[in-house]
């Protein structure tokens, strides 16, 4: 089976840099993915890593260690629409489909 | 990037009623769809895997006799919720996996919210 653990709550000022992280126990590994979802609406994808190391695509970062079965989103100049939560996933090795499975997400507030 | 749409996006209903709710790719064809549920401040759980043209896969301790898909075009997966109660209140979210990306991202729905009173 896999499980997966992030933070429940983080809580980080405006114009900081803040990171989430994630770590995952699975029987098998094909893959990691960051969500983004705001209150009420669905998540939105945000990042994929499947081999080791640092994936940068603007102010957000995905980092992927295999071997500590560990990963992290780091986001950068925190703006206040960045307040949602952030949904670390496992892609599920033995399945045909490509079903993901989903940590319980961190809420991170933004204050001014 | 791909979109996927969902219909309705809330609905409210007696208890016992049945409640279909739609998802479409709209710019994509998926053989594969997933359906989510999600309780206030939880995760996703996914429910099921829905295969264009043949029965869904349901995960562990999700009743198919009472969550009903079909999946029955490349483009459209539809969820029934028969005899609704109460404790099925929940934001539903469907997601499209687009087989034609590298790495087979899935795109969710905007999510439709069930009420049962």
């Known amino acids: 089976g896999q499980n997966i653990d992030q933070p429940t709550e983080m809580t980080a000022t405006e114009g900081a840099i803040v990171q989430i992280n994630c770590t995952y126990q699975t029987s098998g590994f094909n893959g990691l993915f960051w969500y983004q979802q705001h209150a009420g609406e669905a998540p939105t994808f945000l990042s994929y890593n499947v081999l080791d190391g640092l994936e940068e695509k603007g102010r957000f970062s995905s980092f992927l260690s295999r071997s500590k079965g560990y990963s992290y989103l780091l986001l950068k100049e925190l703006q206040m629409k960045d307040s949602a939560s952030y949904l670390c996933?496992?892609?599920?090795?033995?399945?045909?489909?490509?079903?993901?499975?989903f940590g319980s997400g961190t809420r991170l507030s933004i204050r001014p | 990037g791909a979109v996927v749409s969902q219909h309705p996006s809330w609905v409210i209903c007696k208890s016992g009623t049945s409640v279909k709710i739609e998802c479409r790719s709209l710019?994509?064809?998926?053989?594969?769809m997933f359906w989510y549920r999600q309780f206030p401040k939880q995760s996703l759980m996914l429910m099921a895997t829905?295969?264009?043209?043949?029965?869904?896969?349901?995960e562990q301790g999700v009743e198919k006799d009472k969550f009903l898909i079909n999946h029955a075009s490349l483009t459209l997966s539809t969820l029934t919720v028969t005899s609704a109660h109460p404790e099925d209140s929940s934001f539903y979210i469907c997601?499209?996996?687009?087989?034609?990306?590298?790495?087979?991202?899935?795109?969710f729905g905007p999510g439709t919210r069930l009420t049962v009173l």
């Open positions: 996933a496992v892609r599920d090795p033995y399945s045909s489909a490509s079903k993901i499975i």
């Open positions: 829905s295969n264009e043209g043949s029965k869904a896969t349901y």
């Open positions: 710019d994509f064809q998926a053989t594969t």
């Open positions: 997601s499209a996996r687009d087989p034609g990306l590298v790495h087979n991202e899935q795109f």
